[in-house]
């Protein structure tokens, strides 16, 4: 694994680059999600758990959302039934960790989901997912036009979902090597026009050497 080389750069770019790049936080970026799933091992295996507590402090910091040019709404999870105006996330103080419940986790855990209307709980038992109709009065009320996030491996990278007004992103290929998925970026030109840069996973790139 080689998480604490990539959580490095980007922070090294942050450092080079603090108007051009910013950073969101995940749901990992949490001490109770990334204690279980291999950061702290990484870190104590390499380095130390001092290491691994000091990564904790700076993830505690990162902002959550960020809106581009007005009109795109990014977020790490989803929407929230405790989101009312974009000031609220403004609001968070920070340092912070992320709570069971309410706005902040579910700005990091949510999930959207086409057999649903409304809010329903999620089956991950935290936070909620949420149907098309969510997204449509979110972005009507807040003069938007799409949400972007992440959160769900989708098999070609990127999936659309309530008629192109929410659109999941997926950016590391061939997931912990038990996804056959591509990985994709989302390009955002200055009329806000999208395209995507698609990665193949290992295994597609693979066949077609053959």
């Known amino acids: 694994m080689q998480s604490i080389e990539t959580i490095c750069l980007?922070?090294?770019?942050?450092?080079?680059?603090?108007?051009?790049?910013?950073?969101?936080?995940?749901?990992?970026?949490?001490?109770s999600i990334n204690r279980i799933y291999g950061f702290y091992d990484e870190c104590k295996r390499r380095y130390s758990v001092?290491?691994?507590?000091?990564?904790?402090?700076?993830?505690?910091?990162?902002?959550?959302?960020?809106?581009i040019a007005d009109k795109i709404f990014c977020t790490h999870g989803g929407l929230s039934p405790d989101l009312y105006t974009l000031d609220q996330i403004k609001?968070?103080?920070?340092?912070?960790?992320i709570p069971d419940e309410g706005l902040l986790c579910d700005l990091l855990w949510s999930d959207p989901?086409?057999?649903?209307?409304?809010?329903?709980?999620?089956?991950r038992g935290v936070s909620y997912i949420f149907g098309s109709d969510v997204v449509d009065q979110f972005l009507k009320t807040h003069d938007l036009d799409l949400v972007c996030?992440?959160?769900?491996?989708?098999?070609?990278g990127y999936?659309?979902?309530?008629?192109?007004?929410?659109?999941?992103?997926?950016?590391?290929?061939?997931?912990?090597?038990?996804?056959?998925?591509?990985?994709a970026m989302l390009?955002?030109?200055?009329?806000?026009?999208?395209?995507?840069?698609v990665l193949?996973?290992?295994d597609k790139r693979k066949q077609s050497k053959k």
């Open 10 to 31: 980007l922070f090294a770019f942050k450092i080079k680059h603090p108007e051009q790049l910013y950073l969101l936080r995940g749901n990992h970026e949490c001490a």
């Open 159 to 183: 999936e659309f979902f309530a008629g192109r007004k929410l659109v999941t992103i997926f950016s590391a290929p061939n997931y912990c090597n038990e996804f056959d998925n591509a990985g």
């Open 149 to 156: 996030r992440a959160h769900q491996v989708v098999s070609d």
């Open 50 to 67: 001092k290491v691994w507590r000091t990564f904790g402090d700076c993830f505690n910091c990162m902002p959550i959302s960020g809106v």
């Open 200 to 202: 193949a996973s290992s």
């Open 187 to 197: 390009v955002v030109d200055e009329s806000l026009r999208c395209t995507f840069k």
């Open 91 to 97: 609001n968070i103080r920070r340092p912070t960790d």
């Open 113 to 123: 989901d086409p057999d649903s209307q409304g809010w329903t709980e999620s089956d």
